[in-house]
């Protein structure tokens, strides 16, 4: 069982930066990949940036650039700094553990946090 708790949502202007944190707890955090997802208003919630277990990543292509996400297995805890920030943005930002062995699927959530950019 992992549990993620995500924080550093808020309102920021356009240009601005933002740094998401996902603290987890409960099991073996580096095992896992971890990815950041976002859903915007009235919109499907969707993949913005993933890193696996060995420090691989991958962008939505409309943040390429512009967010870096991170790992920190000390700390147990995954980031996203999202950097000039647009309108487009504005989101509930959803941390996300998944991990696989076999036909066994771990698939864990944290709670949201809320990005608004404001124009």
């Known amino acids: 069982q992992v549990q993620l708790v995500e924080s550093g949502g808020g309102l920021v202007q356009f240009g601005g930066s933002l740094r998401l944190s996902c603290a987890a707890s409960g099991s073996i955090f580096s095992s896992y990949a971890m990815a950041w997802y976002r859903q915007g208003p009235g919109k499907q919630r969707e993949l913005v940036a993933g890193?696996?277990?060995?420090?691989?990543?991958n962008y939505a292509d409309s943040v390429k650039g512009r967010f870096t996400i991170s790992r920190d297995n000390a700390k147990n805890t995954v980031y996203l700094q999202m950097n000039s920030l647009k309108p487009e943005d504005t989101a509930v930002y959803y941390c996300n553990a998944n991990r696989r062995l076999l036909a066994i699927v771990w698939d864990y959530w944290g709670q949201g946090t809320q990005v608004t950019v404001s124009s």
């Open positions: 890193i696996t277990s060995g420090g691989a990543t």
